[in-house]
């Protein structure tokens, strides 16, 4: 007994004692305490909590009995279950929400985080953005304001033009999941009103694991605050189906207008809130009096958390009256097609693809589930299931009529259609007669759950982990960062990776690159274009198929399978055209130049590619240090003609590696090698056979063995992994023959 008392006693220092690091560590961002013979450590906040949490589920597991606990996990087995559920969408969520920044923010994000910060900045509250209403414009100021002041606490930021605005949009996306995850407690409230805990618990699950619930929520997007609204509208509905009172009619009016100052499409409720009132029993239904007055709470409330319709009315109307005449006429050209039958158009244009999204982020076993669901409902004519059933064909209805389609609007559906799927597969199950189901339906019922949600859920977790990886922006934006000389004009689109600004000179476009001549960036000094693969699947694809074409790629990244994800991205180097005679190479005899002398160091950004260092001079010399295992030069040839090739170099040497060995690659294939045993500069000559030479641009390239750093060799304060200083390079016509 002494002995259980004194580990107890120790336990709960343990616990106070991860608590104080654990508190430590998220204020100061991690700490480092020396005590002579050991040294403490705790640079991750995310470790501590972890570790905190390990420690004191083991000093809980200690203090009770183990009779006790298992009584505990019987008793609490339901509500543990919901939690773990809970936990997993938020999970799920959280995971790789911050991929793709600083690089690649969507087009709605970038937006939206900058009017949201705009109105924190100024205290003017209307947004002035009247195709999106207000609410979650105003949900996310308090988040904003608390990031600026404990950033400003931290010391990290003294005014608003300092908060970094990648940091806003983490908080916004941050913001986002905890909707869509309190948006799955809501589902696990429908299926229980609807039908029963079990079929809640059921739809839950599917909620925290359907593939696009999980995808969108990483984003900030108001269609998750949408559908977190029409479910709870959807919910009090059902308990005016119910006849649970009047208390439920304003409710559902509530959280209808509410819905509706997310995301104006949600009206359609309004539809909903009169059948709901119409399958009311006639002993259970409240008065017309009742049922009027919620009817016009419903647009009151809308107005209410969005008051800028009303108070900016000439605003609205000319904005929503614009986008309605655009839908109107994209919507008439689709009914003429239609009608006409031209092209093979339909009323619906979107419902295939609605279709294919509902396959994708339920699986088929689940989509079928839905699909019987729906038929007992008809059969059986049951309010409840009737009244889902209506809005998930109007709400589809409407998405499905929209010219655009995205998968975003699919979300206000999957709740509904969760509680649907799950009723589904309850009745099945009830309706089976096998004698070892009589006591284990329950049982079979979420096991079945579980299978048929499977692998929907292995697919959006393997999705989940890969955002943690690293993405192709970051691929780029390391190693130009890395290997491109400093100074360097560096131009692309919207897509184009996020770039130090004061290493380079850097011409991001809003849009595409097209917004001026190619000759134009060439001609203000830029070498450099920056082409992804979601520049070649734009309006404007086939003009930078060309420029892929006519330009040398330095350096593509592209995804791979498990270790990388985002588009391809290739590095272009812009070089004049040969026209313009500039590093021309001419024929003999042809009256202009017939050798090229490339002075490294001075007069050299034109023939740079990729691994070089900045310029540096040593006695008369001006030079440049290659970086790394690979650097690069461009020339253009405009005839065939066999080369002579000239170096003066200069290789880094120690006791260590006492010898450099050098390959030479023309358009990447090898012309020759050689080794350098003496650290001074030398001329080395080499041969270059016509059948290497390319008309038009060439890339010639070295790659030296061993690369080490001044500083990793010889503890110098110089990080770079020098390979070659190069003096010169010369160019020059080779009879033929030799």
Known sequence: MRSERRWRAVFRIIVIVSGVNLYFTLITGGYSLSFGFFTLRSHSGVKAFLSFLLISSIYFVWSYSPQRIFKFLRKQAFGLALLGIIALGLILRLTGIDHGLPHFIPIDETVMGKIIWDMVKTGAYNHRFISYPVLFYWLLIPFYIGYFLVGAFLGKWASFSQVPLHGLYIVGRVVTALISTATIYVGYLLGKKAYNRTVGLSAALFLSLFEYNVRVAKFMRIDVLQTFFLALALLYLVA???????????????????????????????????????????????????FLLGVILVPLFSLLSNPFVLLDINRFLNEFIAQGLRAGKASADVLHIALLNDGGGSILPRSPLYGKLFISTMGLPLVLMLVYGLILFLLRLERVGLLLSSFVFLYFLMIA???????????????????????????????????????????????????????VGVRVSRYSYLLTKEDTFELASRWIEKNIPEGSGIAGSQFMPELPRGRFRVAKSKGTVFVRPIKEYIREGYQYLVVTSLDLEGRFGERYQKLLKDFPKVKEFLPEKGRAIGPKIYLLRLVSEPERGLFLLSPLGGGRMNKLLIDIGRDDEPYLGAGWGMREKEGESDFRWSLGRESSLFFVVEDLAPLKLTLRVKPLLSARFPEKRVKVFLNKKMIATFTLKEEHFSSVSLSIPEKLVRKGVNELSFSSYPIFSPKEMWGRDDPRPLALAFDWVRIEKAPRGK
Request: proline letters at 7%; zero cysteines; aromatic letters at 14%.
């Open 240 to 290: 005016m189906v119910k006849g649970e009172g009047k208390s439920a009619y304003f409710k559902a009016a509530l959280f209808s207008g509410l819905a509706i100052s997310s995301k104006y499409p949600s009206f359609i409720i309004i539809f909903v809130y009169i059948i709901a009132h119409l399958l009311v029993s006639r002993e259970k239904r409240a008065e017309g009096k009742t």
């Open 401 to 455: 009529g929209f010219p655009k389609g995205y998968p975003r609007y699919m979300l206000p559906l999957l709740p509904p259609v969760a509680v649907i799927a799950s009723y589904g597969i309850f009745s099945l199950i009830s309706q089976l007669k096998l004698k070892f189901l009589k006591k284990r339906r329950e049982l079979v019922f979420y096991l079945l759950s579980i299978l048929l949600i499977l692998p």
